[in-house]
């Protein structure tokens, strides 16, 4: 495809807030000020930047344990994040959810799932809400391979596919799911293949190439949008970070691997081809690395110096 400096950049930047934002989180973490528990996003930013860059605020988002990047690309404010996954009462979720359950309906945002494979019926119903109410919204479902062979995987898609619904499946293929390489999971490492079986397009993509995502992903959404039913969007990709805070991630990687796909990080692979083709400047670049980090600091700042929820309110939003 042809870049556009300027959608290019924008682009980028979310990819680069997405990082600081992981980086500050791992750092304040391991610090043993943070609560709970967290899975990072570092190395798959390209995949959800592509994809909700096409997306609306009353578009629908299902996400994963591994959601903090999904929920800042559909638009959830850093701080709001920051203070969620620290517990604190400026959350989004009051401090209720942490890092596993931010829930954020007022940005479309229907939540990260600490439960494989639960976004994914979830995200069928809400483009089963989007279709019944008539209108062009869309949802979007994200998961990792693990949750391929899951049922919920199956019967998702099947049920979007049967009644034509507004949904997009995107599947971030990290190669593992938790410990286990996905080679030794199943036969078929294609998850792209698995949409014909349910009479959708499957299409794979480099989840590391942001501007190929992007691209994939705005036809798919756009024909789930013009009443063309789901597709399911398999995006190649891979965590340089372990599965999660603790884990260093080489027990069941080689080395080699992981920097061998450091060296394919998304941000440096736009950058670089951005430089190199003279379409933008490395300033322009720093420029855009220093705003984000300013946003991020900011945001650590806010979650750090938020209170914690008051005792008195541990009985609201409990129904039961």
Not at 196 to 208: E, F, L, M, R, S
Not at 297 to 303: I, N, Q, T, V
Request: glycine content about 12%; some cysteine; charged content about 20%.
């Amino acid at each position: 495809m042809a870049v556009d400096k300027e959608l290019a950049l924008a682009l980028y930047r979310i990819m680069t807030e997405i990082r600081q934002l992981e980086l500050k989180l791992q750092e304040v973490y391991r610090s043993g000020v943070m609560p709970g528990f967290i899975h990072l996003y570092v190395g798959e930013e390209a995949v959800a930047a592509g994809v909700c860059a096409h997306l609306r605020r009353s578009d629908y988002v299902t996400s994963t344990h591994r959601g903090h990047g999904h929920a800042f690309a559909k638009g959830i404010p850093a701080r709001e994040i920051f203070a969620e996954i620290w517990g604190k009462a400026t959350g989004c979720c009051g401090g209720r959810g942490g890092s596993m359950h931010i829930y954020a309906p007022e940005y479309g945002f229907l939540g990260t799932n600490g439960i494989v494979a639960a976004g994914i019926p979830i995200g069928a119903g809400a483009a089963l809400a989007a279709s019944l109410e008539g209108g062009d919204r869309v949802a979007v479902s994200f998961f990792g391979d693990g949750a391929v062979n899951n049922c919920a995987f199956h019967e998702g898609i099947n049920l979007a596919a049967a009644w034509n619904l507004p949904a997009v499946f995107v599947c971030e293929n990290n190669m593992y799911a938790t410990e286990m390489a996905f080679a030794r999971a199943t036969r078929n490492t294609d998850v792209s293949t698995r949409g014909p079986a349910y009479g959708i397009p499957g299409v794979q993509v480099d989840g590391n190439d942001v501007l190929a995502v992007y691209e994939v992903a705005g036809q798919a959404i756009a024909r789930a949008r013009s009443g063309g039913g789901p597709t399911l969007v398999e995006c190649k990709t891979y965590r340089t970070v372990g599965h999660h805070e603790g884990d260093p991630g080489t027990a069941y990687r080689t080395r080699e691997e992981v920097e061998a796909w450091k060296k394919r990080c998304p941000l440096r692979t736009l950058r670089d081809r951005m430089i190199a083709s003279g379409l933008a400047s490395e300033q322009e670049f720093q420029r855009i690395d220093e705003e984000a980090g300013a946003l991020v600091r900011a945001a650590e700042e806010f979650a750090r110096n938020s209170p914690e929820p008051s005792p008195e309110t541990v009985l609201e939003h409990v129904f039961a």
